[in-house]
């Protein structure tokens, strides 16, 4: 029980981390390098300010701002400096590499005996696992809420014109470079609020946990879209949530199975490209049904 409780609240923050990614790599069809920076951006920004007394709360805020800035230059780069996406995400996951050490001072900080936003007063009184569960679900719900209210808005359906088609959204006075790096900024904004509950939750943030995660972030997103099918927008965003904690499932059977934790980057690569290749299986299939059905007929 306390597996699978624990895999639910894991599913339900790391859900904080696709949703930064869906915004774009589904809407404005960018392939962000920025994430594997970010995400130990905000989890060094969060762990060090709660080390030196800032209130987790605070503490938090900050690494999400911290993770915003991080997306601006990206952004920067890319619209300003005309720098390639993939290139420009790459530059600044390297730099962020240096900033982490530099906030930290080292590799890694413990906050063992620390007040984090799991050890407030509320959570203090919740069974084990249960406290990433509760923020866990009160984050998330909160961060789908407002995604879906900001896309209904003008600036919003400005922002996915211009993920949809650029040169149509031009023409029609949309200025794609604010939409462009405001995107960035909410997207790698998330991923270091992401970093911040999960250095929270494990109790420690260390330089090099951004590496592969841009891996569990798309796999929250592939297999949310390949459980639920053809979905709204709005209903993408939720279907990212619960492929978080379907991904998080696979992992807990993999570990009981027998599987190495060393392994786990390994089998999130494999159940990704799996899922993305989904698609041509089914098609496969498909057409071997009609070929044996035309062949049946005749």
């Known amino acids: 029980m306390n597996l699978i409780v624990s895999a639910i609240g894991q599913g339900l923050l790391w859900a904080v981390l696709g949703i930064g990614l869906f915004l774009t790599f589904r809407i404005l069809d960018f392939p962000d390098m920025t994430v594997e920076g970010t995400f130990p951006l905000g989890a060094a920004t969060c762990a060090a300010a709660i080390a030196n ?81 509760f923020l866990g679900l009160i984050v998330v719900t909160l961060v789908t809420i407002l995604m879906i209210y900001f896309l209904q808005t003008d600036l919003g359906q400005a922002f996915i014109a211009t993920g949809d088609n650029d040169v149509m959204a031009r023409s029609i006075g949309i200025n794609t470079d604010n939409m462009q790096i405001m995107g960035l900024m909410l997207s790698n904004g998330l991923i270091g609020l992401g970093g911040a509950l999960v250095a929270q939750n494990d109790g420690y943030a260390d330089v090099n946990m951004g590496i592969g995660i ?31 904690i379907l991904y998080r499932f696979v992992l807990l059977i993999v570990l009981q199975l027998g599987f190495s934790a060393n392994d786990l980057n390994l089998i999130s690569s494999i159940v990704l490209a799996l899922c993305m290749m989904l698609p041509v299986f089914q098609k496969h299939l498909n057409l071997r049904h009609l070929l044996k059905r035309g062949l049946t007929h005749d």
């Open 53 to 133: 007394g800032m209130s987790p709360l605070m503490a938090t805020l900050l690494a999400t701002g911290v993770g915003a800035l991080a997306g601006l230059v990206t952004a920067l780069l890319y619209t300003k400096g005309k720098i390639p996406i993939l290139l420009a995400g790459i530059l600044v996951m390297t730099a962020c590499y240096s900033i982490n050490l530099r906030i930290m001072g080292r590799a890694n900080v413990s906050l063992m005996g620390k007040i984090t936003l799991f050890k407030l007063p509320f959570f203090a009184h919740l069974p084990m696992y249960f406290d990433s569960v």
């Open 214 to 244: 841009i891996v569990i972030a798309l796999a929250s997103i592939i297999i949310g879209e390949v459980v639920f099918g053809e979905l709204t927008l709005n209903q993408r965003l939720v279907a990212v949530t619960c492929g978080s």
